[in-house]
């Protein structure tokens, strides 16, 4: 039911111009509808200036995130990689944000993400390994699932000899916890 929520954010893109976390859920919330055009647009407006105008204030962190996952979504390797050396300071960190009771999960989801638009495969997959290990020890669930599915599309991308059978492994295991989640 994501559609239903993009004239709300659109509005209040139009409204608070301002305030660059309205825009960055409008980019993601676009990239997860699969509407590249939309998202671009959006993602264009905040990288015009390598992300030098991404307000730092409480709400950082989360938009780089959020911004890694748009980047891997439109396949900008340059733009993923100026994320990177933002975000890599904080690979071993759980997000938090829209409150200190809201946990995203292992930052270093996000670097995997940036690191397989990049095609460092090694690197990604050190990240999604480094995200499934603290997801796992604070028993989010949620967070093991989604990263399990994003290490497993890096997997299927690299193609390596035994990737496709990890990556059967692991959607396999997202699929089953999404079902027990319902």
Same mark, same amino acid.
């Given at each position: 039911?994501?559609?239903?929520?993009? =004239?709300?954010?659109?509005?209040?893109?139009?409204?608070?111009?301002?305030? =660059?976390?309205?825009?960055?859920?409008?980019?993601?919330?676009?990239?997860?509808? $699969? @509407?590249?055009?939309?998202?671009?647009?959006?993602?264009?407006?905040?990288?015009?200036? %390598?992300?030098? %105008? *991404? /307000?730092?204030?409480?709400?950082?962190?989360? &938009?780089?995130?959020? @911004?890694?996952?748009?980047?891997?979504?439109?396949?900008?390797?340059? !733009? =993923?990689?100026?994320?990177?050396?933002?975000? *890599? /300071?904080?690979?071993?960190? &759980?997000?938090? $944000? $829209?409150? /200190?009771?809201?946990?995203?999960?292992?930052?270093?989801?996000?670097? $995997?993400?940036? =690191?397989?638009?990049?095609?460092?495969?090694?690197?990604? #997959?050190?990240?999604?390994?480094?995200?499934?290990?603290? &997801?796992?020890?604070?028993?989010?669930?949620?967070?093991?699932?989604?990263?399990?599915? &994003?290490? #497993?599309?890096?997997?299927?991308?690299?193609?390596? /000899?035994?990737? !496709?059978?990890?990556?059967?492994? @692991?959607?396999?295991?997202?699929?089953?916890?999404?079902?027990? @989640?319902?």
């Amino acid at each position: 039911r994501l559609q239903e929520m993009e =004239a709300l954010f659109r509005g209040t893109v139009e409204q608070y111009p301002a305030i =660059a976390a309205w825009r960055v859920v409008l980019a993601f919330l676009y990239a997860e509808l $699969g @509407l590249e055009a939309e998202a671009r647009t959006q993602f264009e407006q905040l990288a015009a200036k %390598d992300f030098a %105008d *991404l /307000p730092r204030d409480f709400d950082w962190l989360t &938009n780089v995130a959020t @911004l890694c996952a748009v980047c891997a979504f439109l396949r900008d390797g340059h !733009r =993923a990689a100026i994320l990177y050396d933002l975000f *890599l /300071p904080y690979a071993r960190r &759980n997000l938090h $944000g $829209g409150g /200190p009771a809201i946990c995203w999960g292992s930052a270093a989801v996000s670097l $995997g993400l940036v =690191a397989a638009t990049m095609q460092r495969w090694d690197d990604a #997959a050190r990240h999604f390994e480094d995200a499934l290990e603290m &997801n796992v020890r604070m028993g989010g669930r949620p967070w093991v699932a989604h990263t399990q599915h &994003n290490y #497993a599309d890096m997997l299927l991308r690299r193609d390596k /000899p035994g990737d !496709r059978e990890k990556a059967l492994a @692991l959607l396999t295991e997202a699929l089953d916890t999404a079902q027990e @989640l319902g």
